[in-house]
């Protein structure tokens, strides 16, 4: 008689090819980007300010200087933020436009090499350019230490512009994002959300695009960013959150951060959603239409503990290792990529995904790609999957049942088992973490 052995398992192959893409670079100037490291120590240190600076207005209200407007009002636009409820927590206004010098650079296929400034207090900027009414337009925003100089801002652009015909606008905003001081950053998204908003107005009324034309892809900050956006401007198409921020964003008033709500479509992709305590930057909650949470959605394969693996990297001079954050960003790239998709299924939580309880696909609802194509099938709800800790990320994923014999005595040790696909590719994978939960009698 043969009796089942409660094991199942989901393990990755990397048999899929993934082709090259040849179209050339981005003439955007690369920047260097601060680290998984760097980033937490200034969300930490900016929050801890603020929260101390609060503390003593409360308690030394007369001996503490604290900001007299409760409303500010910029530009010709008369755009007015106020810090009170829903944001009365932050205790934050949004700088001027001046001081955060929003830009906005598009891409076309007939300029895949060098942007077109657009303007959107300037229609001429608009007229002149390669802009064509008759595409789709993805608005690309950066997060907290960010800027459009980042090499993964060049290499979106031109992952998109490679597979679809599309208007590509992309939004520098580095100067209101800079380090270290997060919660005026987190402020600053406001304003930039009105500015996108403008120019999306602008567009509109000159070119005859709709509200429906238009996808935005937001990383960390950058995701809150079009939820501001689609609370200005109704029936947005759809909204990619990578990775949105969590600290001043998670649990508090959907009126503050992304939400399904902000477009027809909110799909929204976690990495690291882990307590800030552990190192842990991104949201965690559901707080889209559909949300994915790749190897759990906290930390991800490949990459060390922002805060413990930081000490070995520091040794060993490889900070990209620490990387959880901003994987949401390359899990999106690579989703672009001929060959490559990220096939994840509905589940109520990932130890339940993890034990085989949730692997097939019954309906359009029930299984989706996430990244770039994930408004294929429309899924609703939380999504899990796994990924390959190196590129390529993507890789098929199986459920392995083990059966034994009523007579085979206690076991107890590890699994190893090794796929091997056509080109005679080869990955090993051992688990011993599941092996000891049982005893095989």
Same mark, same amino acid.
């Given at each position: ?272 959603? #882990? &307590? =800030?305590?552990? +190192? ?8 889209? !239409?559909? $949300?994915? *949470?790749?190897? @759990? ?36 790239? #690579? &989703? =672009?990529?001929? +060959? ?8 109520? !939580?990932? $130890?339940? *995904?993890?034990? @085989? ?85």
């Amino acid at each position: 008689m043969v009796l089942p052995v409660y094991l199942y398992l989901l393990l990755l192959s990397a048999s899929t090819t993934i082709k090259t893409l040849n179209t050339g670079t981005c003439s955007v100037v690369t920047a260097s980007e601060p680290s998984d490291l760097e980033i937490w120590t200034a969300m930490v240190s900016s929050l801890a300010k603020s929260q101390k600076l609060r503390k003593k207005t409360k308690m030394h209200h007369s001996h503490v200087q604290k900001r007299e407007e409760k409303v500010v009002c910029y530009t010709r636009f008369v755009w007015c933020f106020s810090d009170e409820s829903p944001f009365e927590y932050w205790d934050t206004l949004p700088e001027t436009p001046e001081i955060i010098e929003t830009t906005f650079n598009l891409y076309t296929r007939h300029n895949r090499l060098e942007g077109e400034s657009l303007h959107y207090d300037n229609k001429s900027s608009l007229k002149v350019s390669q802009f064509n009414a008759s595409n789709p337009v993805k608005i690309i925003i950066h997060g907290f230490g960010g800027s459009a100089a980042n090499a993964w801002v060049g290499q979106m652009v031109e992952a998109m512009l490679e597979i679809a015909d599309v208007n590509i606008i992309v939004v520098d905003w580095n100067k209101g994002a800079r380090l270290p001081n997060y919660v005026q950053a987190a402020a600053n998204s406001r304003l930039v959300g009105r500015e996108i908003a403008e120019l999306i107005r602008l567009v509109n009324y000159e070119r005859g695009t709709v509200n429906e034309d238009y996808h935005l892809i937001g990383y960390s900050l950058g995701a809150h960013i079009a939820g501001f956006v689609g609370t200005e401007i109704k029936n947005l198409s759809r909204i990619t959150g990578l990775d949105p921020a969590a600290p001043m964003f998670e649990t508090y008033n959907p009126a503050v951060r992304l939400d399904p709500s902000d477009a027809q479509f909110v799909d929204v992709i976690h990495t690291n959603g #882990e &307590s =800030m305590v552990l +190192g842990g930057l991104g949201v965690y909650e559901s707080i889209g !239409d559909v $949300d994915f *949470f790749p190897n @759990g959605g906290k930390f991800q394969k490949g990459c060390s503990n922002v805060l413990v693996g930081a000490l070995s990297d520091i040794f060993w001079g490889q900070w990209h290792s620490l990387c959880h954050h901003r994987r949401a960003i390359e899990y999106f790239i #690579e &989703s =672009m990529k001929p +060959g490559c998709s990220f096939l994840s299924v509905a589940c109520d !939580d990932y $130890d339940d *995904f993890l034990r @085989g309880n949730c692997f097939s696909c019954f309906d359009n609802t029930s299984c989706s790609n996430m990244g770039y194509f994930a408004d294929e099938l429309l899924p609703r709800g939380k999504m899990f999957l796994l990924t390959r800790a190196d590129e390529p990320y993507c890789g098929n994923q199986y459920r392995v049942i083990v059966n034994n014999t009523q007579e085979q005595g206690k076991t107890w040790g590890r699994l190893e088992i090794t796929l091997i696909d056509v080109q005679e590719y080869s990955e090993t994978f051992i688990s011993h973490k599941v092996m000891k939960k049982f005893k095989m009698t």
